[in-house]
């Protein structure tokens, strides 16, 4: 534990005063240069910090501690943003809400939910993984994509584990693409048959895709004369996040 801490006092430094120089990083730890520069090392070598033009003695936070710094950042934001859209959207409908974030490896990720109250309700735990082709979610981000995005994300979905469920259909989701692009939103059953979900996609400020809200309604409480009217209440969720994300 003691060598965990000194390593992240010394990152600390090191982002706070970069370029740092070993000289002043030793005095400040308490430490001996020696033992200092071991720190640094290991630092290095995990890929958090970096020497100043390979001078060992001047040191900086490297650029994959920067994007995982703003990768965090932003998730927070995002947060912000959708958590209070998906509660109003919770209560006007009474079911439950998703956000969920696009990954690699063709992946949506549930990173938050606003929970209805009714007695019967399915929510996916948060960290629940999903292949893009096969949730509301990533179908309405696909939807943002050109179309060789698209194929890529079908030929991953049919090479890994949901082949095991026969593959995918790409008539199947190139029509669900279609009809998000034409009307904002997504409309799809889940692979268990238990909920339909509805999805529509955040963008930021540039206009990608950075997650989705997606209305999980049980199968026994969902109508397809309701379709048009959830979706378009889903597709104003998102449009409302997406305006707070641009703004900032």
């Not at 949730?135 to 698209?150: E, F, K, P, S």
Request: proline share 3%; hydrophobic share 45%; glycine share 6%.
């Amino acid at each position: 534990m003691q060598s965990v801490l000194r390593s992240l006092r010394a990152f600390e430094l090191v982002a706070e005063r970069q370029p740092a120089r070993l000289s002043e990083l030793a005095p400040e730890l308490g430490f001996s240069k020696s033992t200092v520069q071991r720190i640094l090392r290991t630092l290095e070598s995990a890929g958090w910090i970096e020497a100043v033009d390979g001078d060992v003695t001047r040191w900086q936070v490297s650029a994959r501690a920067h994007s995982a710094l703003r990768g965090e950042r932003s998730e927070l934001e995002l947060r912000k943003a959708a958590v209070p859209v998906m509660e109003a959207l919770r209560d006007d409908t009474d079911e439950t809400v998703h956000l969920s974030i696009p990954r690699p490896g063709h992946v949506m990720v549930v990173i938050d939910h606003a929970e209805t109250r009714q007695e019967l309700r399915i929510v996916a735990a948060v960290g629940t993984a999903f292949a893009d082709t096969a949730a509301a979610g990533g179908i309405a981000v696909l939807a943002t994509m050109d179309d060789d995005r698209v194929g890529d994300a079908i030929q991953a979905a049919n090479e890994q584990a949901v082949a095991a469920h026969g593959g995918v259909d790409a008539t199947t989701v190139r029509a669900l693409i279609d009809a998000v692009r034409r009307d904002g939103y997504c409309v799809k059953p889940a692979e268990s048959g238990q909920t339909i979900g509805i999805g529509a996609a955040i963008t930021d400020g540039t206009h990608e895709a950075v997650a989705a809200i997606v209305l999980v309604v049980p199968v026994v409480r969902y109508r397809d004369e309701d379709r048009a009217r959830l979706g378009v209440r889903v597709l104003a969720a998102a449009t409302a996040v997406s305006a707070v994300l641009a703004s900032r």
